[in-house]
């Protein structure tokens, strides 16, 4: 995707662009939002591109490698929660053990309901 972006970035194809970005506009909005709220509204815009094209590549390399994304992408979503709701309590003092156990239990569930 990233490649692909990057392609028609270079050809001005702007038709292409609008296309994706206003067909993925709750993954513009959601991650803008979580850029925002992550760096406190302080050069949030850079940080929002830098995510994007960030995980692009993360997803263009994953296909490559022929990787199962929905467990990364299940550990992902709860790894974001747990960056919201940790400050002063049981979580935050024993995080790393928690995203460890999160990881494994995940890619286990992943494993034996959805992998074939």
Do not use: C
């Not at 919201?84 to 928690?98: C, L, P, Q, S």
């Amino acid at each position: 995707m990233f490649l692909e972006f990057i392609s028609h970035a270079f050809a001005l194809d702007f038709q292409w662009i609008a296309e994706l970005v206003l067909g993925n506009l709750h993954w513009v909005a959601l991650l803008a939002a979580y850029a925002f709220i992550m760096h406190n509204g302080k050069k949030w815009f850079w940080q929002f591109i830098f995510l994007v094209g960030g995980l692009w590549i993360f997803l263009d390399i994953a296909g490559l490698w022929g990787i199962a994304l929905f467990p990364i992408m299940l550990f992902l979503m709860f790894s974001i929660a747990l960056e919201f709701f940790e400050e002063g309590n049981w979580i935050a003092r024993h995080k790393t053990g928690v995203v460890w156990v999160s990881f494994f239990g995940l890619s286990f569930l992943y494993t034996l309901f959805w992998a074939g």
